[in-house]
Structures are given as C-alpha cells and as structure tokens.
C-alpha cells in the first residue's frame, strides 16, 4: 500500500457525469430573472414614448419571477450546449 488516497470529488448524479439542465436553470434563475425584470422595465420606458402607461421597478419585478422560469430554462438549455461542446 502506497498510503495515497484519492481525493477528488465525485461526479454529479447523472450516469455520465454532465450537469442536467434543470440543476442550470436553477443555478441561473435568479440572473434571468433580474435581466427579464430590467427589459420589462425598459420596455415601459419605451412604452411611455409611445404613449402607453409606465411599468414601475416593482411591477417589473413582480412579472419578471413567473416569467423568469422559461429565461432560466432557455439559459440552462444554452450553457449545456456550450458545456456538450467543449466536450
């Protein structure tokens, strides 16, 4: 016996060792969801050139955590992409 002991962490949960999609899109939730709540806040300031009624931070917010989820997923399927890729 060498004495040695490998200490390298185990790979994730999956049989081949890639992160699933679902862990990414959680993992980026809460960046999509700000980036949806900051467009929806600009499309409001467009809006208001337009004549239309302003969305204030706080309402952007609050559209932008259901809508959030789809980002995060798109964003999720995205990264796995890149990661299959640079395999």
Known sequence: MSG???HSRKAPATEDGRWPIWKL???FYPFAMAAVAI???MLGLIG?????QA???VRSV???IPLGV???WLAGRW???LMDEAE
């Open 25 to 27: 899109a959680l993992l």
């Open 39 to 41: 467009n929806l806040f």
């Open 55 to 57: 969305i204030d931070p």
């Open 79 to 81: 990264v796995r992409g």
């Open 48 to 52: 208001v050139a337009l004549g239309w």
């Open 4 to 6: 040695t002991r490998s």
């Open 70 to 72: 789809p980002a995060a």
């Open 62 to 64: 609050l559209w932008a």
